[in-house]
């Protein structure tokens, strides 16, 4: 029986949920906005499954990819579209094609991540672009074996540990199934989403609306990305105008880590372990390795970790596609390896008034320096400041 004594323990997959044949796991959320689930001993038959389906229970031996592919979807409309390259997009409608289904993270009305179908290529587009929040998988895994058990294609695509959980939860092979998952460096709360949200739109007026969210937008090119909400608001003459949030606070607690799950700090599905199919990534420093597939508007990475994922992509006329070295294109890719380092800020930013005043909140945290990081910008200064060009490149360095 599942019994989450530490939220560590649990990455919120919902598999044991799902697995459950008596219905008697339910997931409540805790104060920083995860769910975690909570059984009821007395429907509970001690059956074993839930724990056999989790995640945090049953890791993986690290697998060996087949090969690693610079890939770039010729659509531009979708590339642009796509958080990098357009890999996803082009791997979903050959499902499509095939009379598959895909299941991918969307936004509901009220900016939930949930997972959910896409039966048609027009619907698929609601999975295009990263969404840096922890997604609700629902009831997606129970939906993905009706279908293979229809003998259809199915895509399903999420974070490394949500993979895991569904291989898990079909505890048998399926040839027509495809598993995507990426590069996964963890993921916040709905709640923490809303905060900053929230306090973006302070400045739009009180009646502005959320029409979008965009966590990657490129406006500024792909190196250059931005958090941007488009918006309805009575602050602006015109109906629907971007927010670009160059500075995002969001993204800048993001990167430190500082709001991430608990279990993200310990992720039981890292260094190829979840089974996935394809492993997708931004090819950052593309330019440097391979500049002929680098038009700053997106080049995706993709690993092919499977025999079926290296028949399947050979089909695709849909990818500008080039074989890359594996040492070089992961190169600044650590969080393929690795879990994020859980900040001692952590504690800071959950006993601070982050639902009220979550910009200013971040902000002090995020920008506050070290005295090593301190003495590191004073040397850097005087330096400067006496023109020693050459020492500064090697600190840089």
Known sequence: ????????????????????????INFTTDSEGFKYPIVNEDQCIDCGLCEKVCPMLNIATPVEPLSYEAMVLCDMQKRLESSSGGAFTAIAEEVLKRGGVVFGASFTEDWHVIHTEAETIQDIKKFRGSKYVQSDTQQTYS????????????????????VRGLLLYLRKQYDKLIAVDFICHGVPSHDVLMAYVKDELKRCGQSSVIKNIHFRDKTNGWKRFCFALSIDSDAYSSTTRPLLCL???????????????????????????SGSDFTLADYWRV?????????DKGTSLVSINTEK?????????????????????????????KSMPKPPERNEFWESDWENDFINVVNKIADRKTVAQR???????ILRTLGVKKLIKKIHQ
Not at 144 to 157: E, I, N, P, T
Not at 251 to 271: D, E, I, Q, T, V
Not at 288 to 295: I, K, L, S, T, V
């Open 1 to 24: 029986m599942i019994n989450v004594i530490e939220t560590k323990h649990c990455c919120g997959c919902n598999a044991c949920e799902q697995a459950c044949p008596k219905n008697c």
């Open 309 to 337: 994922a290296s028949v399947f992509i050979s089909t695709l006329s849909a990818l500008k596609r080039k074989v890359v070295d594996f040492q070089t294109a992961y190169k600044i890719q650590t969080a393929l390896f």
């Open 375 to 381: 003495f590191i910008l004073s040397i850097k200064y």
């Open 143 to 162: 939906q993905v074996k009706k279908y293979l058990k229809q003998d259809r294609w199915v895509l399903f695509s999420g974070t490394p540990c949500q």
């Open 287 to 295: 330019e440097e390795q391979h500049p002929e597939m680098d038009d």
């Open 247 to 273: 500075k995002s606070a969001y993204m800048k607690g993001f990167g430190k880590n500082l709001y991430l799950r608990p279990s993200c700090y310990n992720c039981p599905a890292k260094n190829f372990t």
